[in-house]
């Protein structure tokens, strides 16, 4: 875990593009708020693989959003029960149920269904302000950071035995 | 874009997941292995074993070898066994956990096959033995319903019987009233006392009185003669009272005496029915044993398979009551599908059954084999929205023109319901022992037409078969089976209704049959001939009891009829002597007056004379 933070606190202070540390982050919230043993995050992880961004923030960011995911499961599940039954929808529902892909996804699970579309719905806001908040880290803040004497101490300790050994 | 791109990334998904792919599919095979045993153990509550199971890649599916499934009502016996099986399975919804396979099909199914060794459950031993000794109780309960009726003796040792009770309260009668008899004979006069009173009359009676004195003491003494003489009348009397009562009430108790071996073999005939209508149903005799044999059989698989079926039933409640626990999981919802994705669901399944050879068939030979396919094989019907439905086609039938069977297990919706509809034609039925009286049905045609529902445990079944063409035939000798087969020989066609209704552990079970109403005056003869039988020796044994109660009080009742008789003839005698001496002893008073007074008169006469004649 410590080593973990030690890169995601290396990439925030390399020169490491904004966006792949921002996608991390959105990535990793679609795989903390859903269910992490479904076919989605199989996908979702195939994409942090394949892309350049920085996997232990995705990591750290899927630790974080499942912890977050707590409490948002009764909201999501109920969101995935009011949409799977509500009259209106039926219809579509069921010309989804039709493919064998929509039921191996489990889409038709409340839960699955409820945290998936709220992991969407948040994914391009967490991007852009998780890239936000690096460039305006990295700009404003490192620097400011850099001074802090609780910075100097964290630099005496361990961790930052470990950060260095990452950072060369 | 060449900067988004992770190659490493990539090359590294692909290690990964191939590893883990390789390593499921050699782990899969051990892992289904272990679940099939396992589990299958617990659902058949006896050994299940598999020889083999490994995967196959194109197509990708499943093959299974050496499968035995052990009877757990027979541990040394396998339910069913069988060569191989082979399923293709779907791919994509395996990801999913669930075990979609379009069509299995199973080669060398055998059933009722002997084992090598035990197929008893460890922890189940103990129940086992407990089942073994159930099953010992059950074959002697069979053993002693099968016995044949009781006989006299255990008959006549079992009941209560009115002869035995009239006769110990007869003999009772008779020595009470024996005894009072007895004591009211012994006070009445014997021959020497009638001497002794004829004697006493004589001498008081005859001669002539000499003076008033004599006749004073002699008639002082003829009083007290009648007296004694009435003494002896009202003993006489009162003897007569006591022999009367005494005889009517023994005669009365010697009636009813007489009538109890009747009426205990009219009581034993009713309780153990030994009428014709209570032995006479041929049908069952012929058929009972063997539409048992096929029902258990049925019943035992039916049991089996109820509790997967029902368990969707059961889950309906499970989900409303779980609801708040479930939250973090969430749940799936149905809709409807062409292609639905329960957990477990086979689509097709096709086995070839060997049919048991035939009564008379040779070792290795049968009649045929099954071909069964069933569609839609699920624990979750509400998913897949279909019945499990299965087909059973006769093949290669020898003796049997066609076999077909319908059936489907329906659990959509609550109470599940479960038909079965059978139609065999064309069975060439040959040597079926009847079971009595060496009666055998040499050849018939059979065709058979059955249905059958199961409805929340209640099973509401009927079956008919029409017999035609039927030739019956007797090796035993004696006259009823002889008679029998005669009558038997006239019948060419019979059916047989079978009725089955109830809870399906214990239905109401009823066989009958137009041959019960075409053999019913024959076998009622057979009936008579072993009641006649029966009735004879209950009677014998009866008299025997009577006689032995009875003893010579008849012979006493008639001495007692001869002293009664006596007594009469001694009343009669007395008074007749009384009367007739007392009537002379007056006689000779009024004679001796009438002399007196005829001396007097001719004193008087010749007086006057004397008067007249000195007068004249």
New interface residues.
Partial sequence: MIAMLAKLLKALNSDSAPG?IALAFALGLITGLT?LFS?HNLIV??F?????LN?SAFLLATAFFSGIAYLL??A??AL??SL??HADY?EF??GL??S??F??M?L???????SLLVAIVAFIPVLLLSRWLVTTYRVKFMAWVEKLKITKLLKASKFYKVYQAIAE | MKQWIRWSGLLGFIAITALLVLGWMFAAGPLIKYSIETFGSQAAKAKVEVEDVSLTLSPFGIEVTGVQVANSDKPMENAIQFDRAIADLELLPLLLGKGIMNEVVLTGVEFSTPRQSSGALVNEAASDEDSDSNTEKDSTTTEKISQSLPSADETLAREPLLTEQRGRKFQSSFTEIKADSDKAISALPDSKDFTSYEEEFNRLTSGEFKSLEDFQQRKKEFDALKKRIKQDQKAISEAKTVLSEGKDSLTQQWADLKAAPGQDLNNLKNKYSLDGAGAANLTRLMFGDAAGEWSEKGLYWYEKIRPFLTSEESDIDDNNEDVTNVRREGRFVHFETDRPLPDFLIRKMQLMVKLPKAQGQPEGESLGNVAITVLDITHQQKVTNKPITFVATGEKLTDIQSLILNGSLDHRSVPGTDTLDVSVKGVSLKDYNVGAMGLKLDSSQIDIAGKAQVIAGEVDATSKAQFSKAIFSSKDSTLVAKEMAKALQKIDRFDIDAYAKGALIAPKVDISSDLDSKLNTAFNQRIDEKQDELEKTIKEKLNDKLLAYAGDYQDQLKAMDVANGSLNDKQDQLESLAKSELSSFQDQEEAKLKAEADKKKKQLEDDLKDKFNKLF
């Fill in positions: 792949q269910p076919l992880v195939f942090a693989c394949i892309i350049r996997f499961d009764p999501s599940v995935g029960e799977l039954t039926q529902w069921t149920y039709q064998e892909l039921r191996v489990a038709n699970n409340t839960l699955i269904l409820g």
